[in-house]
Structures are given as structure tokens and as C-alpha cells.
């Protein structure tokens, strides 16, 4: 069994490695998790890396992509994941909307939207949940009525992170409101611009400080060349993004940076006349998160071969986001017991450690485990699609 990289993908993963020292910078990685969102260095930065030919690397060539596989792209993941946890700035577009457009969008579409994903202009938000529709989505109440030439669309999504700064809405919305229409069957998905006229976006804020969004819908007008793929099929299509998502979005890369200021925090503080890296506890904690995430990454990379080779996928994405997801928390937690009672020290404070970031990841990582579905979701669906076991 061959980890590694051909060469040719070796030489681009080192080629990118110096492109993102140079380039990419703490700001940037983490502009997107501030109130005003995506800001110009990081869209600007986004355009580089199209500009440079990090983007698109195993996309279709008569989309604005090279044809390569996508093992380009899983290594264009790592990569930034290495550097402060940081992902494609318009990472919605490009891991989960863009593929599904692919997939299931017609050629209009598609040469609309792709090219402008591949080079690093447009971004997407997230248009799922509602107030009584988070893990089931299946409940969703948002009313698409077809009205031959557009769709009319009136409701609310909450939870929607991206909206503040994004162009385009994935929407998922009921446009079958007959007893056969209930449930999963009766879902479209759609394309809506975020500044059409009828949409209200009203922030929602996080523990951590994080921004998300109450979005509201008072009968905007959709046209019905925005409607993708086939109408009442959007359910099917929202699974298929999700195992997208759970492959490009679930990175284990990302958790490195914060073990290895743990490792390095440890080798260079001392308690009682001693390095805290002599500590058998800590020596412990660090050993199990090191250990977790070599298994996380296998886990993970298989989980990518199946999408890369374009095999069926069922539950082994599910278990790449229940795995890293979790971790990262057992990872923080450990991180803030290790730092002890300086640790809950926020950003800013001169005697914070490690620049406070380990609070503010012990903050964030709560939501990683119900965002984008629950764990206890998660497990359900590796019982079932995996094991063969009944519903509970």
C-alpha cells in the first residue's frame, strides 16, 4: 500500500508549500472567522492561488480547471490545513457547491458558475437548516412554489454562516406540498443571488465569537434556470454535497498546528524546576492526540480515494467528520489542561499562552460536532449504511 505521492504530485505539493509561505499569512487564514467575513487579503489571496494554478488542479479543463486528478486538490487541502488551520478562503464554492454543480447542474449552469469557483472569485453559503430542520433536514418548511418561468420563495434558514459576505445562496427548499411530497421527497435546491430583493440576513453569534446568520425569505423571485438538477431531487443532491463537505471540509491537516504548539509549548515551559514535556500526564495527553491523528489522516484518506476514483460512498465520510471532529476536542481539552488555569486567558491578553488561541479553539471546536450534522447523526448513519444495523 503506497501512501505517498507520484512524483509529479510531489513536486506540486513542494511547489505550493513555498507559495503558501511566502503568500499566506495568520491574517488572511483567518479572516473568514471574523464579523466582516472574507476580507480583501483573503479574496485577493484566492485569486492568487487561481493565478498561480493552485486552484482548479483537478477540475474539468472546459471549466477553467487542469483535468488532473483530485488528489491535487486533497493535497491543496493539507497544505493550507498545515498553516493555522486555514482552507480555500471561498471554500464553500469550491468544496461543496462547485462539485455538485458538476454533477448535477446543466451545461448553462455550469459554465456560469465553475469557472468563476476555479478562479477563485465567487463564494456560496449554506442554506440548510431552519429552526425545526438541523440534523433532519428532511423537516425543512421553506416554500419554493413554482410559478412556470421563476419560483417563489418564502421562509427562513438559520445557522447560515456565510451569508454576511457570500454572492450565492445554495438553497434547499419544499416545492412538492402534496402527502406524496412530504419529507425528503419533496426538496429542490437552488441558486439565488444574495442580494436579490426579499432577502434579509440578521447575524447570530457564537461562543467563540464566530458569525452566523438568520436568513430570511419574503417571496424573492428565483428564476428557474437557478434550479439545479432536477426539481424534487434536491435531497438526494444535499447528500451527495455532504460527503463532498465531509471529504474537503472535515481536514485532519488542520488539527496539526494546534498540536504542535502543544508539543511546543511543553518542551519550553517548566513547573517545578522541570520541562512540562517530563510530565508522564502530559507526555501521555500529547502521545494519544499525536496517535489519534495518524489514524484520522488514514481514515480520512481512504474516505478521499473512494471520491477520487469515483466509488460509492456511504458511510466513510461520515466517519471522517465524527472522527476529526471529535478529536479536535479531545485535542483543546487536553490543550487547556495542560496550560491550566492560563489557558482560559482570551486573545489579547498579555499573559494568555500561545497567544490565547487555545481558548478560542476550546470555544470552536463545540460546534464541530453539531455543525454540518450531529455525531449522534453521524453514528447513526455508520451503523446503518455501514454495519447493516436497523434504525433505533
Not at 225 to 234: F, H, M, P, Q, S
Request: contains cysteine; proline residues 5%; negative net charge.
Amino acid at each position: 500500500m503506497n501512501f505517498g505521492y507520484t512524483d509529479e504530485e510531489e513536486r506540486f505539493r513542494q511547489e505550493l508549500a513555498v507559495f503558501l509561505d511566502k503568500h499566506l499569512t495568520e491574517e488572511i487564514a483567518r479572516q473568514n472567522w471574523e464579523d466582516k467575513g472574507v476580507g480583501p487579503e483573503a479574496r485577493e489571496f484566492s485569486r492568487k492561488l487561481a493565478a498561480y494554478g493552485f486552484l482548479g488542479m483537478g477540475w474539468p479543463e472546459e471549466y477553467g480547471g487542469k483535468g488532473l486528478p483530485p488528489a491535487y486538490d486533497f493535497i491543496l487541502l493539507d497544505e493550507l490545513g498545515k498553516r493555522w488551520g486555514a482552507h480555500v478562503p471561498l471554500d464553500v464554492g469550491y468544496t461543496m457547491v462547485g462539485h455538485t454543480i458538476l454533477r448535477r447542474g446543466s451545461e448553462a449552469m455550469k459554465k456560469e458558475f465553475l469557472p468563476k469557483i476555479v478562479g477563485g472569485e465567487i463564494e456560496f453559503c449554506l442554506g440548510y437548516t431552519e429552526p425545526n430542520a438541523g440534523s433532519d433536514l428532511a423537516a425543512m418548511m421553506m416554500r419554493a412554489e413554482d410559478k412556470g418561468d421563476h419560483f417563489l420563495i418564502s421562509g427562513q434558514k438559520t445557522f447560515n454562516t456565510e451569508c454576511h459576505y457570500a454572492d450565492y445562496h445554495w438553497l434547499a427548499a419544499r416545492t412538492d406540498f402534496s402527502p406524496q411530497g412530504t419529507g425528503y421527497k419533496g426538496v429542490s435546491l437552488f441558486i439565488v443571488d444574495m442580494d436579490a430583493p426579499g432577502v434579509t440576513v440578521r447575524p447570530l453569534w457564537t461562543m467563540s465569537g464566530e458569525r452566523t446568520n438568520e436568513v430570511y425569505y419574503d417571496e424573492v423571485k428565483v428564476p428557474r434556470e437557478r434550479l439545479v438538477g432536477e426539481k424534487n431531487k434536491g435531497f438526494y443532491y444535499m447528500m451527495e454535497a455532504l460527503g463532498s463537505e465531509r471529504n474537503q471540509v472535515f481536514v485532519p491537516s488542520r488539527l496539526r498546528p494546534v498540536l504542535n504548539m502543544l508539543l511546543a509549548y511543553a518542551q519550553e515551559t517548566r513547573y517545578q524546576d522541570r520541562p512540562l514535556s517530563k510530565d508522564p500526564v502530559v507526555r501521555r495527553q500529547l502521545a494519544r492526540a499525536a496517535v489519534e491523528l495518524e489514524v484520522a489522516e488514514v481514515v480520512a484518506d481512504h474516505s478521499r480515494w473512494l471520491e477520487a476514483l469515483e466509488l460509492p460512498m456511504t458511510h466513510q465520510p461520515e466517519m471522517t467528520k465524527v472522527m476529526v471532529s471529535e478529536l479536535e476536542q479531545r485535542l483543546v481539552n487536553a490543550g487547556m489542561r495542560i496550560l491550566g488555569p492560563y489557558g482560559q486567558l482570551e486573545e489579547g491578553s498579555p499573559w494568555a499562552p500561545l497567544g490565547g488561541r487555545i481558548e478560542w479553539y476550546y470555544l470552536h471546536s463545540f460546534m464541530t460536532t453539531i455543525g454540518a450534522g450531529t455525531s449522534e447523526i453521524g453514528r447513526n448513519v455508520i451503523a446503518q449504511r455501514g454495519l447493516g444495523l436497523p434504525r433505533g
